[in-house]
């Protein structure tokens, strides 16, 4: 199958795509159709890798209102309301909604998901179910699962073993939430036992981390000091680090150097988090978003994801990274032009390496021949016009496709 005219991450030339066997197989401006050849002519459209989801939690999405709202709009009303949904729980339920979901993300070019899942629960049994999910959608959707302790390792019964049980049922990343955890102490050794714990599953780590508006949250610099002491590295990522925003530039100077030291990578989720945070402010109002601006240009490792669609946390969310990324622009005023250009890597190349999806990534001969086109010449305009994705393609099967609608200005 041969793909011509395609403006590929935002190239000025023209190019033409050869998919054989589900693999990039030729990649170049001079290629002919052979005989008998299926033809799909771009007209200059952009192609780029496809969409990654690096931080959603499907257990929990399309759960808004059910059984109560989140009135206050805070992260912790939003624990407390999951606490009670959470009792709801079955395997069919789970199931039922994560494949709405994971639909809602195909139709958004979105091919690899990373779901934090809740662990503190003894049923585990949405665990278990995104493990079996996992297995069955694997030709649809790459899904990567994190176990999450929604109410802490430490602060919850049994935690730690609800830990282990999760990564011996199949947990791909370990997580932990140190701001939650009750003490200083607790958050410590909560993400000092997560990371020794993956260390010796030799798993990956996605710790949410310090996702509150207290200066004094400091579970990043345990993080990246742990990460570069147990060599896990750019296998670790901290996730949201709202409280980053916050920090004195003084302190944030210092930390730096070890967060370049560590290699570890960061994910900012700029719907949910200025939604969420600076809920306790008067005016003014903080952004709650972490330092994605200053973080990329000391060359550390940043993707963007979604967080929560439509639950106890947020109350909307369509599946639509480019939402995301329109909304992380905004707040992290990354407006210059090439900022805007180069912003689809936070939820394509920047992501890859978040989810640590290496050589099986990325529009290369002789790659798995995944791809999405916009329609639109180049991001910037995919962008600002909110452009439809025209084609999803996964390992050179069509995914999902859409025909943009059209309207009239009658005067």
Request: hydrophobic content about 40%.
């Amino acid at each position: 199958m041969l793909f011509q005219n395609a403006r590929v991450e935002n190239a000025q030339n023209l190019t033409h795509i050869r998919v054989e066997n589900g693999l990039f197989s030729a990649i170049s401006p001079d290629l002919l159709p052979k005989p008998g050849e299926e033809v799909v002519d771009l007209g200059g459209k952009l192609l780029l890798p496809p969409f990654i989801e690096s931080h959603v939690h499907l257990d929990t999405c399309l759960t808004a209102g059910d059984p109560v709202w989140n009135m206050s709009g805070t992260l912790f009303e939003g624990i407390e309301c999951w606490s009670k949904r959470k009792e709801k729980l079955s395997k069919q339920d789970v199931r039922d909604r994560v494949n709405r979901a994971v639909r809602l993300y195909a139709a958004h070019g979105v091919q690899h998901i990373r779901t934090h899942v809740d662990v503190t629960d003894p049923s585990l049994v949405a665990m278990e179910t995104l493990v079996e999910l996992r297995e069955t959608l694997r030709d649809t959707m790459d899904i990567q699962i994190v176990a999450f302790p929604q109410e802490g390792i430490l602060s919850y019964p049994n935690g730690q073993e609800l830990m282990r049980r999760a990564v011996e049922l199949g947990a791909d990343v370990v997580g932990a939430i140190p701001h939650f955890e009750f003490t200083r102490e607790y958050s410590v050794e909560s993400l000092n036992f997560a990371l020794q714990l993956a260390a010796d599953h030799d798993k990956l780590v996605d710790v949410h981390c310090d996702e509150i508006d207290d200066e004094a949250s400091r579970g990043l610099e345990t993080v990246a000091a742990r990460a570069l002491e147990l060599g896990l590295y750019d296998k670790v990522t901290a996730s949201h680090t709202t409280a980053m925003h916050s920090y004195n530039n003084a302190y944030v100077v210092r930390l730096m150097r070890l967060l370049k030291m560590s290699r570890i990578n960061f994910v900012s989720n700029p719907l949910v988090n200025t939604h969420l945070q600076g809920r306790m402010d008067t005016y003014p109002k903080r952004r709650g978003i972490t330092r994605v601006k200053e973080l990329t240009a000391e060359g550390i490792n940043v993707s963007f994801g979604h967080d929560d669609i439509f639950d106890p946390w947020y109350p909307m969310g369509t599946g639509s990274l480019r939402d995301v990324v329109f909304m992380g622009l905004h707040v992290c005023q990354m407006m210059g032009y090439q900022e805007i250009m180069d912003s689809y890597r936070f939820i394509t190349t920047n992501a890859a390496k978040t989810l640590h999806l290496g050589e099986t990534y990325g529009i290369q001969e002789g790659r798995p021949a995944s791809f999405v086109v916009m329609d639109a010449g180049n991001w910037y305009d995919a962008l600002n016009t909110n452009a439809a994705v025209l084609l999803s393609y996964k390992k050179g099967k069509k995914l999902a496709q859409s025909t943009p609608g059209s309207s009239q200005v009658l005067f």
